[in-house]
């Protein structure tokens, strides 16, 4: 029903910067929100970036003033700027989509499958 497709990861040095990218297709009536989320090895999958339909934006501690989640006007397709990368911020990074795919359906989650992101000190 809902696909999400992600891109832009890969290998970078310590102190550079990426630019994450996640493109929702299919049967999509309403986004309700976009999300990054981030597992790196034998690690839970935690929550990087969020950004709402509203424009609200949320941020972990840990990427706050480094990272920038943006969005185009239905949240289709929704950016994730990484700047002044270390090591500790490499993972696989997934996106996450609250969306709506017919007028009286309940909201739902949907995934994509993630790219990695490595960061070489």
């Known amino acids: 029903q809902v696909q999400l497709v992600e891109s832009g990861g890969g290998l970078v040095q310590a102190g550079g910067s990426l630019r994450l990218s996640c493109a929702a297709s299919g049967e999509i009536f309403e986004i309700k929100s976009m999300s990054w989320y981030r597992q790196a090895p034998g690690k839970q999958r935690d929550l990087v970036a969020a950004?709402?339909?509203?424009?609200?934006?949320t941020y972990a501690d840990s990427v706050k003033g480094r990272f920038t989640i943006s969005g185009d006007n239905t949240l289709s397709t929704v950016y994730l700027q990484m700047d002044n990368l270390n090591p500790e911020d490499t993972a696989v990074y997934y996106c996450?989509?609250?969306?709506?795919?017919?007028?009286?359906?309940?909201?739902?989650?949907?995934w994509g499958q993630g790219t990695q992101v490595t960061v070489s000190s």
């Open positions: 950004i709402t339909r509203s424009r609200t934006t």
């Open positions: 996450e989509t609250v969306a709506i795919v017919a007028p009286r359906a309940v909201a739902a989650n949907y």
